[in-house]
């Protein structure tokens, strides 16, 4: 069942070209420039009209939201607040019927961002769904939503359910994009034609695979690890860092790249592995700068950079390639490097990957 895979969490890892695929088919349309989503379709006033979307979510998911603040803010234009459903709930927020609230989750079932649904329904606001389970609470509770098809994910750690989430997040900006007129119907067939290119370009990432695992040898004995990164690369940070925790127990942060010099920075020595994420797009200058700064403070840098990048190269102690690609894209590509080098590293420390310890696929009580 795990497909010639020694994990569940490898074989989700592979599993993502398909599974993006499986989540933009039938709603992609870009030959005829086209984003075709129901949930949206039928609902268009609402979110044209909202003052603001608040993204409520746990955990993965709340990254993936946290990458959705920016597409949406960018291409839509449409104010965005992501919050934790947990701090949501209980903080008697300000909501409106003007709201638009998302709420993402892989399960379907999670207590807190259930609970934070019925709390802004209460308040009259709009409440849109992006869930993985078919038929789960959240699907259920929701006044719309779009699906991703990400297929069953048994790893605990959320790999294939976070790309995915972010190419269902990604093409429901694109429409309200285009809906409100922000984007000229060329830039707007570049977005699709580029989205449509994803696939195979995680696909090149992937077969970074024997590179990362000697990588992750070089670093598996850490006992601190920093994520940096700057724009729609710092949720990434996040990610990364959460992923290795959870499955190879190392303490990581993740971090803006912009903030460690307000405190982190005071961390770095030659014992510190530090892994920015430095694609050539958006802020690429100032991640060269924060690296610099790593490096002189004997930090050792794993960089994802973009192919064919020379500049970083020359800085890091290890350069990871991601095919280029539209910048509010490159979440997509940044992301499968990390999640490799977690896999590996709790793997050669004897981590059992699927079912790290204390962790629970669905967080069903609070
Ligand atoms: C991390 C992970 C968790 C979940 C979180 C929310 O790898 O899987 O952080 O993302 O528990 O779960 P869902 O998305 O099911 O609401």
Not at 165 to 177: E, N
Not at 258 to 276: N, Q, R, S, W
Not at 352 to 366: C, I
Request: aromatic content about 8%; hydrophobic content about 40%; charged content about 25%.
């Amino acid at each position: 069942e795990k497909g010639g895979y020694d994990h569940f969490m490898l074989k989700e890892i592979y599993e993502q070209p398909r599974a993006i695929k499986d989540t933009y088919r039938g709603r992609l349309l870009a030959d005829q420039g086209l984003v075709k989503m129901s949930g949206i379709e039928q609902n268009m006033e609402k979110f044209i009209n909202a003052n603001r979307i608040i993204i409520v979510a746990c955990g993965t998911s709340w990254h993936a939201g946290l990458v959705a603040e920016y597409i949406f803010e960018d291409l839509a234009r449409i104010p965005v607040e992501v919050e934790y459903a947990s701090e949501f709930r209980y903080r008697n927020p300000v909501i409106t019927d003007k709201d638009v609230l998302i709420a993402i989750s892989q399960s379907g079932e999670t207590a807190d961002t259930l609970a934070a649904i019925k709390l802004a329904k209460e308040k009259g606001a709009f409440v849109f769904g992006v869930c993985n389970v078919v038929g789960s609470s959240i699907a259920r509770e929701t006044d719309a939503g779009a699906y991703t098809h990400a297929g069953p994910e048994i790893g605990v750690a959320s790999t294939k359910a976070f790309t995915t989430q972010i190419t269902v997040l990604t093409l429901m900006a694109l429409r309200l994009a285009k809906a409100k007129g922000e984007f000229s119907e060329t830039k707007y067939r570049e977005y699709l034609t580029e989205l449509e290119t994803i696939p195979s370009k995680v696909e090149k990432s992937l077969e970074s695979n024997a590179l990362i695992e000697i990588i992750a040898d070089v670093y598996k004995d850490s006992t601190n690890c920093l994520y940096l990164g700057r724009g729609y690369n710092f949720p990434v940070a996040l990610e990364g860092a959460l992923k290795l925790k959870e499955i190879s127990y190392i303490h990581a942060e993740g971090y803006p790249a912009a903030e460690m010099k307000h405190g982190p920075i005071a961390l770095i020595d030659e014992h510190m592995p530090v892994f920015v994420i430095a694609t050539k797009k958006g802020h690429y200058e100032k991640v060269v700068s924060n690296i610099q700064e790593i490096k002189s403070r004997k930090g050792k840098i794993i960089a994802i950079v973009t192919e064919g990048d020379e500049q970083v190269r020359d800085l890091a102690d290890h350069v990871i390639e991601v095919p280029e690609t539209l910048e509010s894209l490159t979440p997509l590509l940044t992301t499968i490097p990390l999640q490799l080098l977690s896999y590996h590293i709790a793997v050669m420390r004897g981590c059992n990957v699927d079912q790290p310890r204390n962790l629970a696929k669905s967080v069903t009580v609070e």
